[in-house]
């Protein structure tokens, strides 16, 4: 959410660039465009409080320049962003709005490999909402999906190649057969087993009854044939856009978000790593990107002696 003080900042800066910089009505509005795309992106993201501009962080900068990387703005357009954000910043310093400057440090070539796209929670709940609201055979599937790809944090090749006899109700967890052929177990949520019952009781068998050839795959399809990546794809882009997300929902945003969850809530990297299936560390580390800034922050805002 814009706030009054939010919107007079921006107006200020507008304002400084017609009249003491005098500047082209055209870079004028390329500014305003860069300023209203990332006040956009923070009114998304902050669950509906409204926008402070001292308490935006670098995190929330890279999540930001992760975001236009996902949508496909090259380097060029990025850096002309990264630019007027810095001296909107720069403006609101020089002017004593704001105590930090969120964009310092910020150096592009860091984002060669930009940061995985993840979901908010509140983007999260939107998708979640949307499943749960349908009762019928393919919503009660789709609330499984959904499930099992946030709670397990499985491939999407994973999740079609899960069989009935893979998923254990009693213990909660499902076994999956990774890249090479490289088997691992992990747990799922009581979440997760309320879908799966659900899911089993009142959806799978009816979805069964089409089926032309028999088979033990856990996910099917309207026509009761083993759902393919595609479908999922597929599936979860009408999701998306049915909870109002801007953009396209895939299936390794729910891997993402389930690692990031994970270590932002102190879990160490080796277990991320084994529940994910990395044969190397160096894999899972790209997620430390993320919650190294959200440590740092909390180390700010809880740590006496380290803001003095």
């Known amino acids: 959410m814009i706030s009054k003080d939010t919107e007079t900042a921006k107006q200020l800066f507008l304002d400084y660039l017609r009249i003491e910089r005098q500047y082209s009505v055209e870079t004028q509005k390329a500014y305003k465009s860069d300023l209203t795309e990332f006040l956009n992106f923070l009114s998304k993201t902050q669950d509906d409080q409204e926008i402070d501009l001292n308490k935006i962080t670098t995190f929330d900068v890279?999540?930001?320049?992760?975001?236009?990387?996902?949508?496909?703005?090259?380097?060029?357009?990025?850096a002309r962003k990264v630019s007027?954000?810095?001296?909107?910043?720069?403006?609101?310093?020089?002017?004593?709005m704001v105590k930090d400057n969120p964009f310092v440090g910020i150096t592009l070539q860091k984002f060669g490999k930009h940061l995985p796209r993840y979901f908010y929670q509140k983007e999260l709940k939107s998708m979640f909402d949307v499943v749960m609201a349908d009762h019928s055979i393919l919503g009660i599937r789709n609330w499984l999906l959904l499930e099992m790809l946030y709670g397990t944090g499985a491939r999407v090749s994973e999740i079609v190649s899960m069989t009935l006899q893979t998923v254990d109700q009693h213990a909660r967890v499902v076994t999956i057969t990774g890249k090479g052929n490289k088997m691992r177990v992990v747990p799922f949520g009581r979440y997760a087993l309320d879908a799966l019952e659900q899911y089993l009781a009142?959806?799978?068998?009816?979805?069964?009854?089409?089926?032309?050839?028999?088979?033990?795959?856990?996910?099917l399809n309207q026509r009761g044939n083993a759902l393919t990546t595609a479908g999922v794809e597929y599936i979860l882009k009408q999701i998306g856009k049915k909870a109002g997300l801007t953009q396209?929902?895939?299936?390794?945003?729910?891997?993402?978000?389930?690692?990031?969850?994970?270590?932002?809530?102190?879990?160490?990297?080796?277990?991320?790593?084994?529940?994910l299936g990395h044969s190397s560390l160096s894999t899972t580390q790209i997620y430390t990107h993320v919650t190294t800034d959200a440590l740092q922050q909390s180390y700010r805002n809880f740590f006496p002696r380290a803001s003095e």
Not at 62 to 78: H, N
Not at 253 to 266: E, G, I, K, Y
């Open 62 to 78: 890279r999540v930001f320049l992760s975001e236009l990387y996902e949508k496909g703005d090259d380097a060029r357009t990025i």
């Open 84 to 96: 007027s954000l810095r001296s909107f910043y720069r403006f609101l310093m020089n002017n004593e």
């Open 202 to 219: 009142a959806s799978r068998p009816l979805l069964a009854e089409k089926q032309q050839l028999p088979n033990d795959y856990l996910f």
């Open 248 to 275: 396209d929902v895939t299936a390794h945003m729910f891997r993402h978000t389930f690692a990031t969850d994970l270590l932002n809530n102190q879990a160490d990297l080796r277990t991320v790593q084994q529940l």
